[in-house]
């Protein structure tokens, strides 16, 4: 079984690595996620530096992305901004997976009364918009700190614990587990040797699809002014800030959009690829 669970990795990871769409997302994601780790060191503008002869500045040799309405330049901005919203989407996505897995790998091991009332927990959860329990968790902790990434990782939780018991109702059910049960192995050992790989791969999946949730639901508390407070850069704060430039230069109000947009895409190409590598229908092919 796992010499199988191994051939079927690599079997599903050359797969990935032959789509031309989900590599090209890959390199996409990794490039914005090292530009904004490294190239602010590079770049002799700071993300407070004001120049008030400057504003409303458009792209230039001095200035790539143009300025803001205080002449901030632009390209900072979302650098530095970039580290703010896909670190809170980071700490969110894994706390989200980690209380998702837990609950679903509860779930779906103990069955019964267990089972029933901790998916109507979730169940519960799940109603609550994820916008609104961000919100009401960044009033009650402190506002303008970032607190919302625990609203948000509450919110995305539900459908990775959905995933993670279907599939592993999936798997005790079938047949090898019942012939591990036979030969008298416990819960833990068959959750070891025949849950944990079983369910890894959907896993990741669901998480890459809870990530993309969580940076646009990140992106739209810094537009509504509920992100993280002033001068520090996030790209939902950016996109406000760059709205009244739509008519003078679209280019410098639509790039803070766009960098979200093919980060938002990335993820989901991501996703969609590795859903398509180790979809097992193409082993039987």
Request: proline share 5%.
């Amino acid at each position: 079984m796992k010499k199988q669970a191994e051939s079927a990795l690599r079997s599903g990871l050359h797969r990935f690595s032959r789509n031309p769409a989900s590599m090209i997302a890959l390199s996409v994601f990794i490039l914005i996620v090292l530009a904004c780790l490294f190239l602010p060191y590079c770049i002799k503008w700071n993300y407070r530096q004001i120049d008030l002869e400057n504003m409303y500045g458009p792209p230039s040799w001095e200035h790539v992305f143009g300025t803001d309405s205080i002449g901030r330049d632009l390209l900072t901005r979302l650098l530095y901004g970039g580290r703010v919203t896909l670190g809170i989407m980071a700490v969110a996505t894994v706390l989200a997976a980690m209380m998702g897995f837990g609950i679903g790998l509860l779930s779906g091991t103990c069955g019964g009364a267990v089972d029933f009332y901790v998916m109507r927990v979730v169940d519960v959860i799940a109603s609550v918009p994820g916008v609104l329990l961000a919100v009401m968790i960044e009033v009650a902790l402190g506002m303008g700190k970032g607190n919302f990434k625990y609203g948000l990782a509450i919110a995305a939780m539900p459908g990775i614990a959905r995933m993670v018991r279907t599939a592993v109702l999936e798997v005790m059910q079938s047949e090898y587990v019942e012939a591990s049960r036979a030969l008298g192995a416990g819960r833990n050992q068959i959750i070891r040797k025949h849950v944990l790989h079983n369910v890894a791969v959907p896993f990741i999946i669901q998480t890459l699809g809870a990530a993309a949730e969580v940076l646009l639901s990140c992106t739209v508390m810094g537009y509504l002014g509920l992100g993280i407070n002033p001068p520090t850069p996030e790209w939902g704060g950016i996109v406000h800030d760059t709205r009244e430039l739509l008519r003078v230069y679209p280019s410098v109000a639509l790039i803070p959009s766009g960098v979200i947009v093919v980060t938002e895409m990335s993820l989901h190409f991501i996703g969609n690829g590795l859903r398509d590598a180790f979809d097992p229908r193409n082993d039987e092919k």
